[in-house]
């Protein structure tokens, strides 16, 4: 199943960060299924039913079945909702 990972920024602070670590402002990273009709796109929802429409994609496929399905690096702002989801899939 082809997912598409996905970062929510926490826009109220980002402003007060200037030019720096983008990792700084992320707020949680979310998994949402790929648009069926726009190849590469997200699909309206993450698999926690967050609207994708702020989120900034995240330029990463899992490896393969049994893989992280977020970046290493990113495993600390994953989505356990998302990663529930993933796993009853
Ligand atoms: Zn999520």
Same mark, same amino acid.
């Given at each position: 199943?082809?997912?598409?990972?996905?970062?929510?920024?926490?826009?109220?602070?980002?402003?007060?960060?200037?030019? @720096?670590? +983008?990792?700084?402002?992320? !707020?949680? #990273?979310?998994?949402? /299924? *790929?648009? $069926?009709?726009?190849?590469?796109?997200?699909?309206?929802?993450?698999?926690? @039913?967050? +609207?994708?429409?702020?989120? !900034?994609? #995240?330029?990463?496929? /899992? *490896?393969? $079945?049994?893989?992280?399905?977020?970046?290493?690096?990113?495993?600390?702002?994953?989505?356990?909702?998302?990663?529930?989801?993933?796993?009853?899939?």
């Amino acid at each position: 199943m082809a997912i598409v990972v996905l970062r929510e920024l926490r826009k109220e602070l980002s402003k007060d960060f200037g030019p @720096g670590d +983008p990792l700084s402002f992320i !707020e949680a #990273v979310h998994a949402a /299924p *790929a648009d $069926p009709d726009v190849s590469g796109d997200a699909d309206d929802r993450t698999f926690c @039913g967050k +609207p994708t429409l702020d989120m !900034e994609r #995240v330029n990463y496929q /899992p *490896a393969g $079945p049994g893989a992280p399905w977020l970046p290493p690096n990113m495993q600390e702002w994953e989505c356990r909702d998302c990663t529930d989801a993933l796993r009853s899939q």
